[in-house]
């Protein structure tokens, strides 16, 4: 009961630590401390708080709340790695480790070498991804999950069109009903995943808009030099211009995901609700971004449109994993009998319990 | 800022920078500080002393000096108040400070030796003193703090290495020198975004900054045809050809206007 609520806080805390990282570039105070990882030759934890002036405050608090962050995945690998069952739910926590320490040095070496504009879109593409792992770890231990979205049979309101199929075909088959609310919607899988691809291709375009420093190149909003297309080009207003449109082609497809969620699949709630997120945070996203332009890339505004579209992403990507609930062996669906159905994981070679949990054979199978 | 990534210069400011003493590609030593550095001297074969004076003025309105938020740092909230951006100094009259005014072209294959004594550049204040400075590659620049709080020293260079040293206690001093010509090289502190320096690097003595009244000399010039540059960090640069004989001195003015 713990881990999930830890995993949650871990996931929690790199949000925190993606604001943080934004305010640094906003705030343009990369480089205020020349040295890493000691902060102008003391040890990190040992500098003085009365020290942490001008853009030092910044740069020094992003680096403490990073090394907190970092020790978080640490402590969260190692539960994972002795108390998880699943074998993919402990890798994900080897890899959310690695990836966080890969992301420390990046953003080490990107301090040591005067921010060259490569290294710092990598250091911000990777704590989007590292954000994406301690989300996923999060939502892959939470009860809801495990549970594999299980209907309430007594709660209708829960059961829709493609859970009444399977009811219907059940019954058919003669198996006792136990309802599967998370079944392959072959459509919202496959629009959801393009989705959240399209978000972090749309990250990857602010990121390096951000480090070439484009962010206004185009100076007004929603036009661009007072035109739909901007009259004149160059790389900076080139990369700006593709951001908007990125904008616009994440708008359409967060609208046709939670279109289709709305539509089908209105009454589950597990893809109901980060549906509405989705469209709120879009709109809080285009709102922010907007600001961004008009305020002068003022650096509160500025920082909370990066962590708002890391937020944008990982909704999209808990919606996408789980559409793709039933997909994972270990599903807590279905009638007994369906141990078959599960199309991703040798299901064969598990046994479950009534809960459908399979890490009884834990032991043999590693 | 779009910087190329310059492989061998990462490795080289990487290794220096585990050191903790970086400095990058400038050698850093402890020398006495010695007057101002910005008086040319005298050239390796100035046959005649030939000179070429004159005065920067500005013309228009010139804009208000912006204040400076310094509550950041309250160190520099106290030490100087009403800081204001340095950016256009305009005297009454017109005449423009810190215009760096230098021989852009003209001496030929000429070589001249750096002068020994350093050029210093004070972080007073939370603010660089000189704003806009002059120096020969070779010629070692000290740059001092003499604050109560921690700057970080940061030249922003492109045809020199870039640099970036911590300097967090008061008094703190380290010596730089530059390996090849860059007009101009911005300095910056980003601990306090607002502190900026601008420093020529030149492989000659011919150069002079601006001062309150905005006129500058280049003393004791070969005879000869030179393209004379006026650079101003919001206002651009102005160039003009000058031609002077032996032991004559030419007078070029030029004149910036509001943009
Ligand atoms: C809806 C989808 C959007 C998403 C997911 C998104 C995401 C992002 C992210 C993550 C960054 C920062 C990258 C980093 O450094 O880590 C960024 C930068 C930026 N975005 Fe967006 N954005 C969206 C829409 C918009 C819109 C509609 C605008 C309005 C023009 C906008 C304007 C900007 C600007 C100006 C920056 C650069 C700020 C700077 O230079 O510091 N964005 N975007």
Request: a positive charge; charged letters at 15%.
């Amino acid at each position: 009961m713990l881990l999930p609520l830890f995993a949650a806080l871990v996931a929690a805390s790199t949000a925190v630590l993606i604001f943080a990282g934004g305010l640094v570039t906003s705030t343009g105070s990369g480089l205020s401390v020349p040295d890493w990882p000691s902060t102008y030759g003391w040890f990190m934890w040992a500098f003085p708080v009365s020290k942490m002036v001008g853009g030092i405050f910044y740069e020094h608090a992003h680096r403490l709340i990073a090394s907190t962050v970092g020790f978080l995945i640490v402590v969260l690998a190692i539960w994972l790695g002795r108390a998880e069952p699943r074998r993919w739910v402990r890798r994900l926590g080897y890899l959310a480790l690695a990836a966080v320490v890969t992301q420390g040095i990046l953003g080490g070496i990107t301090v040591l070498w005067y921010l060259p504009d490569a290294i710092s879109i990598a250091h911000a593409s990777l704590a989007q991804i590292v954000f994406c792992l301690t989300v996923t770890i999060a939502l892959a231990t939470s009860t809801g999950w495990k549970s594999g979205y299980i209907a309430d049979p007594q709660g209708p309101r829960r059961i829709d069109d493609s859970v009444e199929a399977g009811l219907r075909s059940a019954k058919r088959e003669g198996r006792h009903a136990r309802l599967n609310t998370a079944p392959n919607d072959r459509t919202l899988q496959r629009v959801a995943i393009v989705t959240t691809a399209v978000i972090f291709v749309q990250i990857l375009i602010g990121a390096t808009m951000r480090h070439t420093g484009a962010g206004l190149a185009i100076p007004d909003f929603p036009l661009a030099f007072g035109d739909l297309i901007p009259p004149h080009w160059d790389s900076k207003i080139a990369i700006h211009f593709a951001h908007r449109v990125g904008a616009a082609t994440v708008a359409v497809f967060i609208i046709a995901t939670a279109g289709h969620v709305f539509a089908h699949h209105a009454r589950r709630a597990e893809l109901r609700r980060p549906a509405i997120l989705l469209l709120v945070l879009l709109a809080l996203q285009i709102t922010l971004g907007a600001l961004t332009v008009l305020s002068g890339k003022q650096f509160i505004i500025n920082s909370l449109h990066v962590v708002n579209g890391a937020l944008v992403l990982v909704t999209s990507l808990v919606l996408t994993l789980r559409a793709h609930r039933a997909r994972f062996a270990d599903t807590g669906s279905a009638d007994a009998g369906s141990a078959q159905r599960d199309p991703v994981r040798g299901a064969g070679s598990r046994t479950r319990d009534d809960q459908g949990r399979s890490w009884t054979r834990r032991g043999a199978r590693a | 800022m779009i910087r190329r990534l310059d492989v061998r210069s990462l490795v080289a400011a990487f290794g220096a920078a585990v050191a903790l003493t970086s400095c990058g590609g400038g050698t850093t030593q402890t020398s006495a500080p010695a007057g101002s550095g910005a008086a040319p001297t005298a050239a390796a074969d100035s046959a005649g002393a030939s000179n070429v004076t004159g005065k920067v003025t500005f013309t228009g309105t010139p804009p208000k000096a912006a204040p400076i938020k310094l509550s950041s740092d309250p160190f520099c909230q106290n030490a100087n108040p009403g800081l204001t951006a340095e950016t256009e100094i305009v005297a009454p009259g017109g005449a423009i400070q810190n215009v760096f005014v230098y021989v852009k072209d003209g001496l030929g294959n000429r070589t001249f030796t750096a002068p020994a004594e350093p050029v210093v550049l004070d972080q007073k204040g939370c603010q660089y003193t000189p704003h806009v400075l002059g120096i020969q590659v070779g010629q070692p620049m000290q740059i001092v703090n003499s604050d109560d709080t921690l700057h970080n020293v940061h030249g922003m260079a492109k045809a020199n290495k870039e640099f970036n040293t911590g300097q967090p206690i008061q008094g703190m001093k380290m010596t730089h020198t530059f390996s090849t010509k860059e007009v101009m090289l911005p300095f910056k502190c980003d601990v306090h975004g607002w502190m900026h320096a601008w420093v020529g690097v030149l492989d000659h003595p011919y150069y002079a900054v601006t001062g309150p009244d905005g006129t500058f000399s280049l003393k004791g010039l070969p005879a000869g045809t030179y393209t004379i540059e006026a650079w101003h960090e919001t206002l651009g640069t102005q160039t003009q050809t000058v031609t002077i004989g032996a032991g004559e001195t030419r007078d070029v003015a030029f004149a910036f206007k509001a943009s």
